[in-house]
């Protein structure tokens, strides 16, 4: 699987320039995207009011939450870093060695990633990297589970039920493409790191939901 995971990385992960670089950070932060958030409240409280709201909300806030720890856990950090010990993260695109041909550990290349251009070729490294990572991605050393992947399927499986229009399911289906293909291309994540933070958001929107239906009022349950 990792090396059919690996070529498909390699296969959508490219240069696109300093542009599409912005771009791709912007997709990436979390200032972009709070308008859909603001968005997806208000159509809340247009079909709901403000009971409905508020439920929404707490489910909400609690579904992106669990989304990020759940995801934590295979990468040993955040709040349930530690539930499993045993288990061996997964180092991220720009920190796999074997992509870049390169006969070191990941902690090698991690110290690598963080050393400017300039100084590279200073110390006689003047190769090309075969992952594209633009000096601001460079990040934790982990990427399995993408607790980006994790957080905006979660919020899709929560709102699109809650909301109930046509056109919302698919403007979530782009985002979520839009947020997940940003961190293939600043070499953050795997394909699979993404799939495996999918079923875990929708796991959790899925439940989120459910505490929506029950305690949302009788708008939320119709």
Not at 21 to 38: C, E, F, H, K, V
Not at 95 to 121: M, N, Q, W
Not at 163 to 190: D, E, N, Q
């Amino acid at each position: 699987m990792y090396t059919f995971d690996h070529d498909l990385f390699l296969a959508l992960n490219f240069d696109g320039g300093p542009q599409l670089d912005r771009i791709m950070l912007a997709l990436s932060g979390t200032t972009m995207w709070l308008p859909l958030y603001a968005l997806i409240l208000w159509l809340v409280w247009r079909r709901t009011g403000w009971r409905g709201l508020a439920v929404f909300t707490a489910a909400m806030i609690a579904a992106l939450a669990l989304s990020d720890m759940v995801s934590g856990i295979f990468k040993h950090n955040g709040l349930l870093g530690g539930l499993l010990p045993g288990f061996e993260p997964r180092p991220r695109p720009m920190f796999t060695p074997s992509l870049e041909g390169l006969a070191i550990t990941p902690d090698s290349l991690h110290a690598l990633r963080r050393i400017t251009p300039d100084a590279l070729a200073a110390a006689g490294y003047t190769g090309d990297w075969a992952v594209h990572v633009p000096p601001e991605a460079v990040s934790g050393r982990y990427g399995t589970v993408s607790a980006h992947a994790a957080t905006i399927v979660a919020l899709a499986v929560l709102s699109a039920p809650a909301v109930r229009r046509r056109w919302f399911p698919l403007l979530m289906v782009l985002c979520t493409a839009a947020i997940c293909y940003s961190r293939i291309y600043l070499g953050k994540h795997f394909p699979m790191d993404l799939v495996w933070g999918s079923l875990v958001g929708a796991a959790l929107g899925r439940a989120a939901y459910a505490v929506y239906r029950r305690f949302g009022g009788s708008a939320a349950a119709e």
